[in-house]
């Protein structure tokens, strides 16, 4: 009796149709995409405005409902699903999806948090202008998650992370009080960067609703090569030259291993290799300009021609078109999804300086192949910027439910060499609830003192996604 009159209060607030209590309709809500975990909820909610989000707040704290907020879900820590105690009700923002402004001149858009990520970039496009978040699950997610988690993705090398991406928010606090803090100042010193508080809080302290971001020019010429090198320490240096000869110019540097692609070439639809032989370690190397007039591929050749010179470079294969930029970028966001059809993945999401990525990479595939003799281990990511997806599929025909349950064992071996490199266990995914428990060990006292003061002051009722990361 209490859940339906909760379930009928929320339906005179957004309407019954959007207050889904059948397990169908919540399916969607309850499974992140690696079904690692999988969640129950009385209610999934799906508000279509900031005041209806408002008033599902004001009506959850004055009931003390616990409310998890959930983008397009493609989280990958867990924060976006309800436990399994079934007594979180899962509110979605993907009705959210108004445009509400683009200023060209000014180089800022301003959208609602469940414009999806891709839709975004369209809007950009539109009036010439570049919107430069850039991930594997850009066509499902979210701006909002992208928001509260701090994602990064493959343009962090020259954009930054989303934090840097965001010049205001508008958020709907666990009381439901509204925070309009949508300004598009480039600069305002006005004490605290109160923002800064709800990017990559993983929707603990608030419910962001709707942001004002960055938009950059468009590039007028890109170019980009596929690079098959020897080692990491090979691509290091390459990286090297390219940043010094480059600069902003280089726009994209990823790193993979030959095991990645052939799972790619095995299992990700319309992958061709670029490259005739076969190479240890590749890179996907770009370059960009917004200006025409810029010799982007005088540059490029110029950098490749050195390093190969420099024995750094086997082979390397340039897009002659902008559809094989596309190509070859395929192939690195289709990294992660094709290890699924491999079996059993556990996974490392971390961050080392940028100089130790060749050394780390040695020390980590060197424990992990002596811990599970036969594993695989699918290193690839941003040299860039030292963020490697440091990710280990199970030896071949091994029992996946028995290689899974290595899950702690591995994570403990690998982060160990990830802090002996001064690094981070978590350098774009968040914590949610998958390192939750983690966090103690890499955080001091103060410091978690510190978030927990924070979260009790803007959520003293921990109704607001309890129990992630913290």
């Known amino acids: 009796m209490v859940q339906t009159a909760h379930a009928d209060r929320f339906a005179e607030l957004i309407g019954a149709a959007n207050v889904l209590t059948t397990p169908a309709d919540q399916e969607p809500y309850l499974t992140e995409w690696r079904d690692f975990y999988r969640g129950v909820t009385p209610i999934v909610l799906r508000p279509g405005s900031t005041e209806e989000v408002s008033a599902v707040m004001t009506y959850a704290y004055e009931h003390d409902l616990k409310i998890v907020p959930q983008g397009g879900n493609t989280g990958l820590v867990g924060g976006q699903i309800p436990q399994e105690t079934g007594d979180e009700f899962v509110l979605s923002l993907a009705r959210l999806t108004q445009v509400r402004e683009v200023d060209a001149a000014g180089f800022t858009i301003t959208v609602e948090a469940g414009v999806v990520l891709e839709n975004l970039h369209n809007e950009a496009e539109k009036v010439d202008r570049l919107f430069p978040l850039s991930l594997g699950a850009q066509g499902s997610c979210q701006i909002g998650g992208?928001?509260?988690?701090?994602?990064?993705?493959?343009?962090?090398?020259?954009?930054?992370?989303?934090?840097?991406?965001?010049?205001?928010?508008?958020?709907?606090?666990?009381?439901?009080?509204?925070?309009?803090?949508?300004?598009?100042?480039?600069?305002?010193?006005?004490?605290?960067?109160?923002?800064?508080?709800?990017?990559?809080?993983?929707?603990?302290?608030?419910?962001?609703?709707?942001?004002?971001?960055?938009?950059?020019?468009?590039p007028k010429k890109l170019e980009a090569a596929f690079v098959g090198l020897a080692t990491p320490q090979a691509a290091l240096?390459?990286?090297?030259?390219?940043?010094?000869?480059?600069?902003?110019?280089?726009?994209?540097?990823?790193?993979?291993?030959?095991?990645?692609?052939?799972?790619?070439?095995?299992?990700?639809?319309?992958?061709?290799?670029?490259?005739?032989?076969?190479?240890?370690?590749?890179?996907?190397?770009?370059?960009?300009?917004?200006?025409?007039?810029?010799?982007?591929?005088?540059?490029?050749?110029?950098?490749?021609?050195?390093?190969?010179?420099?024995?750094?470079?086997?082979?390397?294969?340039?897009?002659?078109?902008?559809?094989q930029v596309q190509d070859f970028w395929h192939i690195r966001h289709g990294m992660s999804e094709v290890q699924k059809a491999e079996g059993g993945s556990i996974k490392h999401d971390v961050s080392v300086p940028v100089a130790s990525v060749p050394d780390f990479l040695d020390k980590a595939m060197a424990a992990v192949e002596t811990f599970v003799p036969g594993c695989r281990p699918v290193p690839f990511?941003?040299?860039?910027?030292?963020?490697?997806?440091?990710?280990?599929?199970?030896?071949?025909?091994?029992?996946?439910?028995?290689?899974?349950?290595?899950?702690?064992?591995?994570?403990?071996?690998?982060?160990?060499?990830?802090?002996?490199?001064?690094?981070?266990?978590?350098?774009?995914?968040?914590?949610?609830?998958?390192?939750?428990?983690?966090?103690?060990?890499?955080?001091?006292?103060?410091?978690?003192?510190?978030?927990?003061?924070?979260?009790?002051?803007?959520?003293?009722?921990?109704?607001?996604?309890?129990?992630?990361?913290?």
């Not at 860039?384 to 990710?391: Q, T």
């Not at 280990?392 to 060499?417: C, F, R, T």
């Not at 060990?441 to 309890?466: C, G, Q, T, Y």
């Open 146 to 218: 992208n928001i509260s988690t701090n994602a990064g993705g493959t343009a962090v090398l020259s954009y930054g992370n989303t934090r840097d991406l965001v010049l205001g928010l508008e958020v709907v606090l666990p009381s439901g009080e509204i925070w309009d803090g949508l300004r598009s100042l480039r600069k305002d010193n006005t004490g605290y960067d109160l923002k800064q508080l709800f990017i990559g809080a993983e929707g603990t302290l608030g419910i962001i609703t709707a942001a004002s971001l960055k938009l950059f020019p468009k």
């Open 237 to 323: 240096g390459l990286f090297t030259e390219a940043k010094a000869q480059a600069g902003p110019v280089l726009t994209g540097f990823e790193i993979m291993p030959r095991v990645g692609l052939e799972f790619c070439l095995s299992h990700l639809s319309g992958a061709r290799d670029p490259l005739a032989g076969e190479h240890a370690w590749y890179v996907l190397m770009e370059l960009s300009s917004g200006s025409d007039a810029f010799p982007v591929r005088d540059l490029l050749e110029g950098i490749l021609g050195g390093a190969f010179e420099n024995g750094l470079v086997e082979d390397a294969a340039f897009a002659e078109s902008l559809a």
């Open 381 to 470: 990511g941003h040299i860039g910027d030292g963020n490697i997806h440091f990710n280990v599929s199970q030896p071949v025909g091994a029992d996946k439910s028995a290689y899974l349950a290595k899950w702690d064992e591995m994570n403990e071996i690998v982060h160990g060499i990830v802090g002996d490199f001064g690094g981070s266990i978590s350098a774009e995914h968040g914590i949610g609830r998958l390192k939750r428990d983690l966090l103690k060990s890499v955080k001091s006292d103060i410091e978690l003192d510190l978030m927990r003061r924070i979260k009790r002051e803007f959520d003293p009722k921990n109704l607001l996604n309890p129990g992630r990361i913290l």
